[in-house]
């Protein structure tokens, strides 16, 4: 009896096994091929570098489109593109390799690694450990603190140190909260173990034995790059180019430049768990710890909107996660101003791909689904006809500049006129030139904005050099003798918490 009922699991489990394999596609390269190309010119994206592997072959590796539209140079498999936070694949990978060599173990507390290391709350400060950072879980929300180093020169062991100033949304491990700055101090302590640059630890653990010749991670070096992809940006349906901006204060997080080629070695030596030939980047067992579910996260707005067939996110260290049609899928996006990005792996196909674009757009997240649709899935969907509908639907639009107000005669001119200080972004200046007002952060090299007064206490706010960015709010307080004593900005935005910022007058 006994005998019969494993031979009936065994038929079972080889049944099911069966089914699962028939209800995957074989890749039509050629249709993929003439679909990735028509929908840059759907989703008006001037380039785009893509590649396609498996555990040892390329199955698809090429360029579409142009560098920039004022460039007509074709973009190939070798255009080198800021691919931004796929950056934190590679420092996981990094602490993976210091684990392995027993430098770091992953419940390392960091106030053991980072001297002088504090976060708002005390027993948050001394229980996180690398793991909680690099999967997501300190209890802050997403990108908080994204303010305190974007477009700034702020070092990065100054913007690690304002961390203690951040209010944390969540309990401690409780829910996802994405966070560069704590890939930035991962980078640190890094470069602290080794008493080596991340860049010189990025090259000699991870590109070189990979021979990934065309990976950067100096920003200045990837600007001397002839065929770099320019970012762009679609304001008001009109195409312009996003100069780009450095991320050398986080370079962990984001900072490295890849290209699509480059991009499939180091897929392939993820999918094979941590090998490529004879050399062994990770090891395999820690391949597996990254890739462990770490912190749940909500669904996204494919599921919502899209009706995907995914049933969980989470994430690992380094890695997102989720299921689709009954498959693990390991993916990563990355996005700077102008430029988007996403690498995807189902390692039970051994299948990985990377999407590399010079525009902000969802295209990169819509063409992973299409191929997981493609291979994995069912080949019923249309992600890339039914999110371009979406994004239409939802599409912004700027408005009209407020009427401006008549301020009364009595108010003085340098009412406003002054400096402030936020302990995130530090001290900041409005000063009136010529009936106009100008606020400038002095930390920021982008973040210098004009001021439109459309109420007696309130202005509406421009940033000329952060086009990505919709117009804002500035609100003045005044204290119970009429003085200015401070102001806030209100500018909704999914990666900028300008809520976090409170801007008090610093007193003569």
Not at 160 to 176: A, E, M, N
Not at 340 to 368: E, Q, R, S, Y
Request: glycine share 6%; charged share 20%; aromatic share 12%.
């Amino acid at each position: 009896m006994k005998h019969f009922y494993l031979k009936s699991i065994i038929f079972l489990l080889i049944l099911f096994s069966f089914q699962k394999c028939s209800q995957s596609q074989e890749l039509d390269i050629t249709q993929l091929d003439k679909d990735f190309a028509n929908a840059i010119e759907l989703y008006k994206v001037p380039g785009m570098s893509v590649s396609i592997v498996t555990a040892d072959k390329v199955l698809l590796q090429k360029g579409y489109g142009v560098l920039s539209i004022e460039n007509s140079r074709a973009v190939d498999e070798n255009t080198v593109f800021g691919i931004a936070s796929l950056t934190k694949t590679f420092t996981s990978a990094l602490v993976a390799n210091a684990v392995k060599s027993e430098k770091l173990t992953y419940q390392s507390k960091i106030k053991d690694l980072y001297p002088g290391f504090k976060l708002y709350d005390s027993y948050v400060t001394n229980e996180i450990t690398l793991a909680d950072a690099l999967s997501h879980r300190s209890g802050l929300t997403n990108f908080s603190g994204d303010l305190i180093w974007y477009g700034s020169n702020v070092k990065d062991s100054l913007i690690i140190s304002r961390l203690r100033y951040l209010h944390p949304q969540y309990g401690f491990r409780t829910h996802y909260g994405y966070s560069n700055i704590f890939y930035q101090l991962v980078g640190n302590i890094l470069e602290k173990t080794y008493n080596r640059k991340y860049e010189f630890l990025v090259d000699s653990i991870i590109t070189a034995p990979l021979g990934m010749s065309r990976t950067i991670v100096k920003y200045e070096k990837a600007m001397t790059e002839a065929n770099l992809a320019v970012p762009h940006l679609e304001k008001e349906d009109e195409l312009i180019i996003q100069p780009y901006l450095s991320w050398n204060n986080m370079n962990a997080a984001g900072g490295i430049f890849s290209t699509a080629k480059d991009m499939s070695t180091y897929i392939q030596m993820w999918i094979n768990k941590g090998i490529s030939g004879d050399k062994h980047i990770i090891d395999g067992d820690l391949v597996k710890e990254i890739w462990k579910q770490k912190t749940p996260a909500s669904l996204s707005w494919v599921e919502t909107y899209l009706n995907s067939p995914v049933n969980f996110r989470s994430w690992g260290m380094g890695w997102a996660m989720m299921d689709y049609d009954g498959y693990k899928v390991l993916h990563h996006s990355g996005g700077l101003d102008g430029m988007v990005c996403h690498m995807v792996i189902v390692p039970d196909k051994k299948l990985g791909a990377v999407f590399l674009t010079n525009k902000t757009t969802a295209l990169p997240t819509v063409l992973m689904y299409h191929l997981l649709d493609q291979t994995i899935g069912k080949g019923d969907k249309n992600y890339i006809a039914a999110a371009y509908e979406l994004m239409q639907k939802f599409k912004p639009h700027e408005t009209e500049h407020a009427k401006m107000y008549a301020a009364p005669d009595d108010l003085k001119p340098d009412f406003f006129v002054g400096d402030y200080y936020d302990s995130l972004i530090g001290k900041v200046e409005i000063r009136k030139a010529k009936n106009k007002y100008q606020l400038d952060w002095t930390e920021s090299t982008i973040f210098k904005g004009e001021l439109f007064q459309t109420e007696m206490l309130t202005f509406e706010l421009d940033w000329p050099l952060v086009p990505s960015l919709p117009r804002g709010k500035v609100i003045f307080d005044v204290d119970g003798t009429g003085q200015v004593k401070g102001f806030k900005i209100e500018l909704p935005n999914p990666d900028l918490h300008f809520d976090e910022l409170y801007f008090s007058r610093i007193n003569e």
